[in-house]
């Protein structure tokens, strides 16, 4: 009888744990916000200069191709890199 009320009380404990747990876990703010939309633009673009890499070594570029369209992508990959460490900075400054 006491170990089936110890073991009752063991999966109500972990059951009132697992219903909690988004409630209990911090919820991301407008700046948390922001940084994951800038980590999502970075990642895209760097994932568009692999594609660009890729679309090259498969044909589907010529040489001439590529470098104008690499140029324009790592372009923005490097602007959103530098947005994301600025947004970054200024949340560690308003620590």
Do not use: S
């Amino acid at each position: 009888m006491l170990l089936e009320l110890l073991a009752f009380l063991a999966v109500l404990a972990v059951t009132v744990r697992w219903v909690l747990a988004p409630v209990r876990r911090p919820r991301v703010g407008p700046a948390g916000a922001d940084l994951v939309a800038l980590e999502v633009e970075r990642d895209a673009h760097v994932a568009a200069v692999r594609d660009a890499e890729l679309d090259l070594q498969t044909g589907k570029l010529t040489p001439a191709e590529h470098r104008a369209l690499d140029a324009e992508l790592r372009v923005a990959a490097v602007t959103a890199l530098r947005a994301l460490e600025r947004a970054r900075a200024g949340e560690d400054a308003a620590r």
